[in-house]
């Protein structure tokens, strides 16, 4: 996984191109090339942007930017990209292909917010590629939040969802690997087997979104739901001030409201990386034992400021401007 612990310069135009999101690790890249120079926080101040968790949104970003560059809604663009990570086969914790629970079963949570705080959610859901849309179907279609479960796929059925089986060969293989020990303990949370998409845009209009999918844990109790379809959990934004999503261990982010928390930081005048960095450290000193506990958060203020910060290193986010793509290392609490 040295990929995800390196920052990638993807493209970039101009000499402004190299984001710092302060103690990031590309000042190595910085020091390697003279020509370029880190900025000093803010980062940035360029819409549309789109910034979404970890290596897999690079691609997910290409295609919310599609819509984005030519004046699309940025509701619409966070559904289409998270959409292309749901619908990637060889991403095992997102969508199809994600790894199964404890009982072989695919079951997904995902949500998604507008700047209206208009918000939907599915969670616990089986046999759809793309929950992302059953939750946009539940924002745009009803006067509900949240689906679960059976509920969910009925919903998502009536509104012209196909089913299809996620679960893929290479992931019940591995899961029929994991049966065969004795040790009931779900595999540790890291950035092999635990990768949220989360993704956060503002438009050319100023509308910011945000929207967060997963296959969850790997191997989890049947019917365990983290928090990614949770709004103030896994997702939170408020026009007013930015979004946050989350990524890691849901059960940590859900106890202190982790995405919320982290937009009411901003709210009182903490940049993103520093609101993240407040949360991962209320997170560390409430559960004390961080033994294979990563969670990290990803913010972005409705200037088009960004940052995260994580509790153990290899979080990264991809980001994507008119004029920058770039994956970026996120500061950190603790090394593996
Ligand atoms: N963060 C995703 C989960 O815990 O399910």
Redesign the pocket.
């Known amino acids: 996984m040295t990929d995800r612990r390196n920052f990638l310069r993807l493209s970039a135009l101009g000499t402004g191109a190299v984001l710092t999101a302060q103690a990031c690790s590309e000042h190595a890249l910085v020091e390697s090339n003279p020509t370029l120079q880190p900025e000093t926080a803010p980062a940035m101040k360029e819409t549309p942007i789109v910034v979404s968790t970890w290596k897999h949104g690079i691609t997910a970003n290409l295609a919310a930017w599609n819509l984005l560059q030519s004046g699309g809604y940025a509701l619409d663009a966070v559904e289409a990209g998270v959409r292309v990570a749901e619908s990637d086969v060889e991403n095992r914790s997102v969508g199809l292909g994600g790894y199964p629970d404890k009982e072989g079963k695919v079951t997904l ?1 995902a949500c998604i917010m507008n700047e209206k705080s208009n918000c939907g959610a599915v969670a616990f859901l089986q046999d759809i590629e793309n929950p992302v849309s059953v939750a946009r179907k539940v924002l745009d279609e009803t006067p509900h939040v949240m689906l679960v479960g059976k509920g969910a796929l009925d919903f998502a059925l009536a509104k012209g969802f196909e089913k299809r089986n996620l679960l893929v060969p290479e992931a019940e293989e591995a899961w029929k690997k994991w049966m065969e020990g004795s040790n009931y303990t779900p595999p540790p949370i890291n950035t092999e087997n ?1 990768d ?1 998409i989360g993704m956060l845009a503002i438009d050319s209009s100023g509308r910011i979104s945000g929207a967060c999918t ?1 296959s ?2 790997a191997y989890k109790m049947h019917g365990r739901v ?3 379809p949770i709004i103030g959990a ?1 997702l939170f934004l408020d026009s007013d001030v930015g979004a946050a999503c ?6 940590a ?1 859900i106890r202190v409201s982790g995405s919320a928390m982290v937009v009411e930081l901003m709210r009182q005048g903490h940049a993103p990386e520093e609101a993240c960095k407040i949360v991962v450290e209320r997170i560390i000193n409430k559960l004390g034992d961080m033994t294979h506990i990563q969670v990290g958060f990803l913010a972005l203020n409705k200037h088009g400021e960004y940052g995260g910060y994580s509790v153990y290193n290899g979080f990264n986010f991809a980001l994507k401007t008119g004029t920058r793509e770039a994956l970026i290392d996120c500061p950190f609490n603790r090394k593996w």
């Open positions: 949570d635990h949220t997963t969850g844990a983290g928090d990614s896994g989350a990524t890691g261990l849901g059960e982010v």
